[in-house]
């Protein structure tokens, strides 16, 4: 067992496995990973978190204001759909990766490596914007349903 300090968040998070975090008052807790781990699970935590309950509309009919709302009918279908959509994206990334490795993809044309290439960076960025849309719905719907308990 080693005990590093380091200011570098970088070096921190591709050499530790475990994090000791000083969180106030006498407080400390580990985490499992590195410095983003950390972030990430401590917004994760906090999103987690029961808001207090919100006030009574200044009508009185009881009804909350604000607060998580449910997934749209649109958002539903989306989520539903997201993972067969990063499923058919990452399936063409591998074999669109395995089309440029082969030893005759040369022989395609002139433009064939950089017409591939630009369809990896934008498979790359479609995966990305996917994962995150997944996320920020399945947050949605995890607060929906951790208010409504």
């Known amino acids: 067992?080693?005990?590093?300090?380091?200011?570098?968040?970088?070096?921190l998070d591709n050499v530790v496995s475990s994090t000791l975090v000083f969180e106030g008052e006498g407080?400390?807790?580990?985490?499992?990973?590195?410095?983003?781990?950390?972030?990430?699970?401590?917004?994760?935590?906090?999103?987690?978190?029961?808001k207090p309950a919100p006030k009574a509309t200044a009508s009185g009919n009881g009804k909350p204001r604000g607060g998580p709302s449910k997934l749209s009918y649109k958002e539903q279908r989306e989520l539903d759909a997201l993972p067969a959509q990063i499923e058919a994206?990452?399936?063409e990334q591998v074999e669109t990766a395995e089309a440029m490795a082969q030893p005759d993809f040369h022989e395609r044309g002139p433009g064939a490596y950089e017409t591939a290439q630009k369809r990896m960076s934008a498979i790359a960025e479609e995966l990305e914007a996917a994962f995150e849309r997944w996320e920020a719905l399945e947050t949605k719907q995890a607060a929906y349903e951790a208010a409504r308990a």
Do not use: C, I, M
């Open 27 to 50: 407080q400390v807790n580990e985490y499992v990973g590195g410095y983003a781990d950390w972030q990430r699970q401590t917004r994760q935590a906090e999103a987690a978190k029961p």
């Open 89 to 91: 994206l990452e399936t």
């Open 1 to 11: 067992t080693v005990l590093l300090v380091s200011h570098d968040r970088a070096f």
